[in-house]
């Protein structure tokens, strides 16, 4: 009995000392497991990293490469502007031909490109105005007669004032036709002259109306379809030397607004020259005055509120009775 138990030890001891060393290996195992998993994943980051940085790279030489194209197709839209506007200065100034040689049609070629660079008016970007300016003085002379100035510069400050002054101005020319006068050429053009009106209209163009806001509110985004009618005088060298515009604003109104008198309320007194421009004269007239009564109402100290309010007279002719016959 003693020699059972004794047996029956020794075999525990035994089976326990193996289970002891069976577990220590599935340990080791466990533990090399791990560390090849860990190897593994810290390959599998060392590879993503070198993709990443791989991908960065081909990111940045594609936007260097996008960024030379685009830099390269300014240029080249930069030289194709500057070589149209050699080819139009070549067609417009024509004193390497003789006067003779001339063609009506040349005047034409000029004026429907004059309208395709005004399109939109004055231009946003500096570039593209300087591109106007350029083309104008070019088709016009220092001395060009339009409204009372001289000067292809009095035409596009024109078109930077109509431009600024509304919302957006669109040009959609209808016809362009020639007229032989004697040595020169006058070409007849109409367009339809599109504006929006916009509340920094109102304030520049029609003041008057400010204090009336049923009016205001209802003015406020119209769009006025005008007729644009233009003569523009060629001398024998082909360029224009007499620029007339004439702007009919008054249909267009009375048609917008359904009644002749309220169309004859708003352009009488407004900013506009009789042919539908600024009136620049008038404007700097107005402001010089104003300047004057404050400085006036300051010095005798009396309240602006109870200043008597002075009426000038209209430069343009008294519409409501122009329109008396209806549109």
């Known amino acids: ?3 059972k138990t004794i047996l029956a030890a020794e075999e525990d001891s035994w089976l326990r000392t193996a289970c002891t060393k069976r577990d220590e290996m599935v340990a080791q195992k466990r533990k090399k ?3 090849d998993a860990d190897d593994e994943l810290k390959e599998k980051r060392r590879i993503q990293w070198k993709l990443n940085q791989r991908n960065s790279r081909l990111k940045k030489h594609k936007l260097a490469q996008d960024l030379m194209k685009a830099n390269e197709a300014a240029t080249h839209d930069i030289d194709e502007l500057q070589r149209r506007l050699d080819v139009l200065a070549g067609s417009a100034l024509v004193a390497r031909e003789p006067a003779s040689v001339f063609r009506g049609n040349v005047a034409v070629r000029i ?23 350029d083309f104008v003085r070019k088709i016009m002379t220092t001395s060009t007669s339009f409204m009372n100035a001289q000067g292809a510069e009095s035409v596009v400050d024109q078109w930077r004032l109509m431009t600024t002054s509304h919302h957006s101005l669109r040009i959609r020319p209808v016809s362009c036709e020639y007229m032989k006068e004697e040595d020169g050429v006058v070409v007849r053009a109409v367009s339809r002259y599109i504006v929006r009106i916009s509340r920094n209209t109102l304030e520049t163009l029609y003041p008057h109306v400010l204090s009336r806001e049923s009016l205001v509110q209802h003015l406020i985004g119209l769009e006025v379809d005008a007729l ?6 060629f001398d024998g060298d082909g360029r224009i030397i007499r620029h007339d515009v004439v702007i009919d604003f008054v249909n267009p109104l009375i048609k917008l607004l359904g009644d002749v008198n309220l169309a004859a309320e708003v352009l009488n007194g407004a900013h506009l020259a009789d042919n539908g421009l600024v009136d620049i004269e008038r404007r700097h007239t107005r402001g010089a005055a104003a300047v004057e009564d404050i400085e006036r109402l300051e010095d005798n100290d009396v309240p602006r509120s109870h200043s008597p309010r002075t009426t000038r007279p209209s430069n343009r002719s008294d519409i409501s009775m122009l329109l008396s016959t209806g549109p």
């Open 1 to 3: 009995m003693h020699i």
């Open 33 to 35: 497991a791990n560390a």
């Open 228 to 233: 644009d009618t233009v003569h523009s005088y």
């Open 111 to 133: 004026i429907e490109q004059y309208y395709q660079v005004f399109q939109n008016g004055f231009a946003t970007c500096p570039v593209q105005q300087q591109f106007q300016y």
